[in-house]
């Protein structure tokens, strides 16, 4: 009978505690530290998950590493500061992924092997967050009657005007349709992508890139699945699996020097 292998031990000090502030404020980490890296973790080796065929200096992630399904609430963690690229091997599951709030405190409890899994074979990627955070992301939505077309096309100018300061007024005119577009009732529309705090029992660090869609400013896509999903999905996927650093070197991370930004005052 083989013995059973022991994972190595959880690191304690990514726990959330008590007097940490939840959510970080994003806008907040970019004032203090504006080349801040938020990383994601690949399971498999560099072989594995980049794809170097175009050459050494245009990398990609596959889509297989990658894959369009995971762009709804996308797992990553804000790094530099107690989140250390050697974590990303560690992955809470069970009670130890479950959202955390402020009144829970440090649960140091909750570090059992049934609530975390350690992978030992992994590739480390990050992106520049102030490139994630309100990134515009162009789709467009075909409407089978003229009246919805119309409501839609309106609906989603409104939007785009109370976000004001997230979207340039040049990009706005992109809502209106051409002559062409009108006769076959296509819509072009802007979503946008964001990163949100989103801290677990077990990581305080953890956090989500998000889509939202032209309509809606508040609640982010939860499911990739309808065809203008998928559309807003590969627009995303396509700068990420492009445009992201592979991460080995925690002296090259760049380091948030405000600890306030969580920590009650």
Not at 135 to 141: A, D, E, G, N, V
Request: net charge negative.
């Amino acid at each position: 009978m083989s013995e059973k292998i022991l994972k190595p031990p959880y690191p304690q000090d990514i726990l959330p505690r008590q007097g940490w502030t939840v959510p970080i404020s994003t806008d907040d980490l970019l004032k203090d530290c504006p080349n801040l890296l938020i990383g994601h973790m690949l399971r498999g080796s560099v072989e594995q998950c980049i794809d170097m065929t175009a050459g050494e200096d245009m990398p990609c992630i596959t889509r297989s590493s990658l894959p369009l399904e995971r762009m709804a609430n996308l797992s990553c963690c804000f790094l530099g500061s107690y989140f250390l690229i050697s974590y990303f091997h560690f992955l809470p599951d069970n009670e130890g992924e479950a959202a955390w709030k402020e009144e829970y405190g440090m649960r140091c409890d909750l570090i059992t092997e049934d609530n975390y899994n350690h992978y030992p074979v992994i590739t480390v990627v990050g992106w520049l967050l102030r490139e994630i955070e309100n990134r515009r992301l162009p789709y467009p939505k075909v409407f089978s009657k003229q009246s919805d077309f119309e409501e839609n096309q309106l609906k989603a100018i409104n939007v785009a005007e109370e976000r004001n300061c997230q979207i340039a007024q040049q990009e706005w005119q992109n809502l209106k349709c051409s002559e062409e577009n009108k006769k076959q009732r296509i819509a072009e529309f802007i979503g946008e992508s964001r990163c949100n705090h989103a801290p677990t029992m077990l990581n305080y660090w953890h956090s989500t890139i998000d889509i939202y869609t032209a309509f809606d400013n508040v609640n982010p896509v939860k499911k990739i699945s309808s065809g203008w999903s998928k559309k807003l999905a590969v627009n995303l996927q396509d700068y990420l699996c492009r445009s992201f650093v592979l991460l080995k070197d925690e002296s090259k991370v760049p380091h948030i020097a405000n600890d306030a930004l969580w920590v009650k005052q």
